[in-house]
């Protein structure tokens, strides 16, 4: 049986997917959910909700609606323990994503940052952004069913 592919978001990527849906970055993650496995850490994780909690959020997200979305990413994607450190970005704020993908195994990194995007390939992993990364999602056919 073939394995998903494993895919790391950024944060910007996530938040711009549940602010905007229907976007490019929306499409990413939400066709990446669909097709494969989203990667999180815990620093990913405690990152991102710390984000979501910034008041500049809340003339578009309700607690309720920020919550939710922290509980359905949680509930599917797969947590990765960091077991081996990377220190290659030229932002070190943004190695949490290069050591999410090497140590779980991601197909690719997923992020619009100019200092990650520099890196590609990183140690075999595609580094992408949410465009290049939503032309190599399987096509659906729109007409059909």
Known sequence: ?????????DTNVMVSA?????SV????????LAHGEILLSEASVLE??????RKKFDRYLTPEERDQFMVMLLERAT???????VQA??????????ELAVNGNASAVITGDEDLLALSPFRGVSILS??????QLPKV????G
């Open 25 to 32: 970055p929306g499409e990413a993650f939400y066709g990446a």
């Open 1 to 9: 049986m073939a394995t998903k592919p494993r895919y790391v978001f």
């Open 141 to 144: 056919d729109k007409d059909e």
């Open 18 to 22: 549940l602010l905007f849906e229907n």
């Open 89 to 98: 970005c030229r932002d070190p704020k943004d190695d949490k994503f290069l």
């Open 48 to 53: 991102l909700q710390e984000v979501l909690g």
């Open 79 to 85: 947590l990765i323990e960091i077991t081996d450190a």
């Open 130 to 135: 949410p465009a290049q990364f939503v032309e």
